[in-house]
């Protein structure tokens, strides 16, 4: 992995259609790709992490001319992947954030968020999701094998709401025939450990992501080739009627655990 230090313009960027999922205003990615190279990311192509090392300043400028709202720190990049720990842009942009009184909401899968929990209690309507594709170890190993196993994330999740962070689980893609194996036991393991949301979305296959992803399958798992070939036949989404299928059974799923779904909810 090589690391890049660039000077950037900007870094704050206005949603400008209504954000359902994460409920943001604005993003902000401190690094362009991501080190974890999770294997159903878009990310895991490009070996080179470039660091926005004027983005403190940058962000510092932006906060002071837009309107007050949420921002969505690590809406396509890992925020708190390995490079953070030397360059701490995130923790350097939450601390600007805190200081002109707007809200967040952090994206990641890293333990390293517990590290900046004394800024985090200091930033107004803070929030912090974590996400998995699966409780199961082996099948996480699988597809995000730089990253810690569902279990510890988890109790991420715990020991932020512990602090009075508010904190929810995202199962982010949602992998069909793989994440649907273990939702109970994901469930059950979100109420032992606190979590205050829960969120989920499908996976999507873009471009070139889509035969990257197929040459996963055919290694690891090719009985799910098939599947996949057939569910994703003409686009980069499964098929409608498994979309709703799978939104249908995961609410009932949360109703019946009453766990709320959506940060609407809480």
């Known amino acids: 992995m090589a690391f890049k230090s660039i000077v950037i313009d900007s ?7 209504k954000d359902k999922l994460f409920l943001g205003d604005y993003t902000v990615d401190p690094y ?8 159903y990311c878009d990310s895991s192509f490009d070996k080179t992490i470039y660091v926005k090392i004027n983005a403190a300043e940058i962000i510092e400028k932006e906060l002071q001319e837009n ?20 360059y701490m842009l995130t923790r350097k942009i939450l601390e600007k954030i805190s200081k002109y009184d707007f ?15 004394d800024v985090l209690k200091k930033i107004k309507d803070c929030f912090v999701t974590i996400s998995l594709v699966s409780i199961n170890k082996d099948t ?12 510890k994330r988890l109790k991420i999740v715990e020991k932020l709401n512990n602090e009075n962070i508010r904190s929810g689980v995202a199962l982010i893609p949602f992998l069909p025939y793989f994440s649907e194996n273990n939702i109970e036991d994901l469930l059950k393991s979100f ?8 969120l989920f979305k499908h996976l999507e296959l873009k471009g070139d992501q889509k035969k990257y992803f197929f040459k996963i399958l055919d290694k690891y798992y090719p ?28 609410h009932k799923y949360l109703i019946e655990y009453h766990i709320p779904s959506g940060l609407e909810t809480i």
């Open 11 to 17: 870094l704050l960027n206005k949603i400008t259609t």
């Open 32 to 39: 362009s790709n991501c080190e974890f190279g999770c294997l």
């Open 67 to 86: 309107k007050k709202g949420r921002i969505i720190v690590g809406s396509v990049h890992d925020p708190y992947q390995n490079a953070e720990k030397k």
């Open 103 to 117: 809200s967040c909401h952090i994206l990641t899968k890293s333990d390293l968020v517990l590290r900046d929990i």
């Open 140 to 151: 996480s190993f699988i597809f995000e094998k730089n990253v810690i196993e569902p279990i």
């Open 191 to 198: 109420r032992e450990h606190n979590a205050k949301y829960f």
């Open 223 to 250: 009985v799910f080739v098939k599947k996949y070939s057939k569910l994703y036949k003409d686009s980069y989404m499964p098929n409608e009627s498994y979309i709703k299928d799978f939104s249908n059974r995961m």
